[in-house]
């Protein structure tokens, strides 16, 4: 199941859908990751840390035009907290907006990431 959340933070578009599969959700943010939108992800990620445990979460970055260091931070804080709950958080799409030193799991592409946490069966 899709569920777009649009908004339009400082005038530009900004979306995130999200969908499950099995106990895995899948988060894609679309847009400019600055400002406003940071705070949008952050909840999105605080609720899905709470509600799916342990959290298995692909937050697919693809469509993101930019990430600010405040997205960048949100990203690392809720894969530490995926880890600490004893889940994971797998960054897919994001060579483009990522800084080249980052310390995030990260996979090609959000199929990738869904058939590494879909166990199989």
Known sequence: M???RPARPGGE???IRTRTRGAVLLI???????????D???MYLASALA???PPRIVLDIEALTGCDDAGYEVMKASARQA????GRLIV?????VLPADHDLDVLPTARDALGELTPAG
């Open 2 to 4: 899709s569920h777009p």
């Open 13 to 15: 578009d900004f979306s």
């Open 28 to 38: 894609q943010p679309a847009g400019s990751l600055s400002g406003a939108p940071v």
């Open 40 to 42: 949008m992800v952050r």
């Open 51 to 53: 509600t799916h445990l």
């Open 83 to 86: 880890r600490d709950s004893g």
């Open 92 to 96: 897919t799409g994001g060579a483009h």
